[in-house]
């Protein structure tokens, strides 16, 4: 395989995708010839930095490698940190980004969602001197102690639990339809009557964790799948405040957290290894991810890997909302096995959800249709690749696999082909990195068990 002059090649290439070009091997051919200096930062909230010193090739010949190579490198960057400006010092690649990155421009979709959550105009500067990296990583959970109520709020169903002194006592889910729902207050709604349904059966409310797809800072929603059909003029108004107001509306002055979910999967990961250096990722209605480091703290990072590029591919699927191709959503999320299906000879009604997509596939996988053991061993190869390229950005020792696409017999296929793909084509990666499902352990801890245990009890 070839691209911009860069040649790729795969021991292990997907049987329904066979033009798959793994970013990371990708990145590793571009490099090999690469000698020029490049420096790249991307500044988030309070001063936090992320730094990456690179090299490109600067030559006439390369240069659509060189632009492709790092603009891809700072969509990684912004989506996986998180981010308004971008500072680089090559002039170059300065000219190729302000364009890319620019109102209407090619990256129009990625310059507007990071100028609206971090509430600041994004911008590219052209620097001397690149900042260096600074980061501030918090602990968060673990606090078991008390009355808690851990929410879960999915895309296809939102979960409860009742936790007393870290022992579930009651927990439910209800299937809900947040996504095509254009009335905030129908959210909002759902969101209450789930916290009163777990306060039910406790004597009181200490805390309230709220795990939730999307972008939070400060407990605030700065954007989330679960409201996109919500008018964008009612977002400040009625969404960014929603887990806040309908928790102090329930109950009062308690303490509170709402994080990602994907962050509070590798909580719960941590919890349930005991172990830290976990990457979490929830294959369900998107990809889900989230990271506990070496000491246990979030991060503070987006870590929202369904938009960082896994295939570059000049022809990789299209993610339908960001409007960019070979993102991480159309390979680890039930859009794949969507995506897949037809490939492998298994035609899905267009009247379905996409959930019941999924199910349709799954049944036939637990009869052991080959057609459907094609899809799996598919995103297997996919997720082999990318592990080791998230190895790469975040150097984890622990990787967790979740949601429904790892469920049944379908998720121990994954798995399998992943850790086949690591060992055959990554032995370096394959050493240190160990990715895993969820065991009883994790089971009883749980989503919003994880969820419960996030804010510390005031004193």
């Not at 959930?355 to 997720?383: C, F, S």
């Amino acid at each position: 395989m070839n691209r911009f002059g860069i040649n790729v090649e795969l021991k292990n290439v997907p049987s329904l995708d066979p033009e798959f070009m793994p970013m990371l091997r990708f990145n590793r051919a571009f490099l090999e010839g690469a000698e020029k200096p490049v420096s790249v930062a991307v500044e988030r909230a309070d001063g936090q930095m992320a730094t990456c010193h690179t090299l490109i090739h600067g030559t006439a010949e390369m240069a659509e490698a060189d632009c492709y190579y790092i603009e891809r490198l700072v969509k990684t960057i912004l989506w996986m940190k998180g981010g308004f400006r971008v500072y680089v010092d090559d002039r170059a690649m300065y000219d190729h980004l302000s364009a890319a990155y620019a109102a209407g421009g090619q990256q129009d979709f990625d310059q507007d969602f990071m100028g609206n959550i971090f509430e600041h105009a994004f911008e590219v500067v052209l620097t001397d001197a690149v900042p260096e990296t600074k980061d501030s990583p918090k602990a968060m959970g673990g606090h078991l102690e008390g009355c808690r109520i851990g929410f879960d709020a999915g895309g296809s169903d939102r979960k409860v639990s009742a936790v007393v002194d870290g022992e579930t006592v009651y927990s439910e889910e209800v299937v809900w339809f947040p996504k095509v729902t254009a009335d905030p207050d129908y959210h909002y709604d759902g969101i209450v009557a789930a916290l009163k349904s777990a306060a039910a059966h406790m004597p009181r409310v200490d805390a309230v964790g709220v795990s939730s797809a999307g972008v939070y800072i400060n407990n605030r929603t700065m954007s989330a799948s679960l409201f996109l059909a919500v008018p964008r003029e009612l977002q400040e108004q009625k969404v960014r405040d929603i887990y806040i107001r309908a928790i102090t509306d329930t109950f009062g002055d308690v303490p509170y957290s709402v994080i990602n979910d994907g962050d509070v999967s590798a909580l719960a990961g941590a919890m349930s290894l005991d172990d830290t250096s976990v990457l979490g990722i929830a294959m369900g209605t998107s990809e889900a991810v989230g990271f506990v480091d070496e000491q246990g703290r979030v991060t503070g990072w987006l870590n929202e890997l369904a938009f960082v590029p896994v295939d570059a591919a000049p022809d990789a699927m299209r993610d339908e909302w960001s409007g960019d191709i070979g993102c991480g959503v159309k390979y680890f999320s039930q859009d794949s096995v969507i995506k897949l299906a037809p490939r492998a000879g298994i035609e899905l009604e267009e009247s379905l959800s996409p959930a019941e997509k999924l199910k349709v596939v799954q049944k036939l996988m637990a009869e052991d249709d080959p057609r459907a053991a094609a899809i799996y061993e598919n995103i297997g190869i996919y997720l082999g690749h990318t592990l080791a390229y998230y190895f790469d950005l975040y150097g984890c020792r622990n990787v967790l696999l979740l949601g429904r696409v790892m469920s049944g017999k379908g998720g121990d296929l994954i798995l399998e082909k992943a850790k086949a793909v690591l060992a055959d084509e990554y032995p370096d990666v394959a050493e240190k990195l160990t990715p895993a499902l969820p065991d009883e352990k994790f089971r009883r801890v749980g989503q919003s068990m994880a969820a419960a245990s996030l804010p510390e009890l005031k004193k």
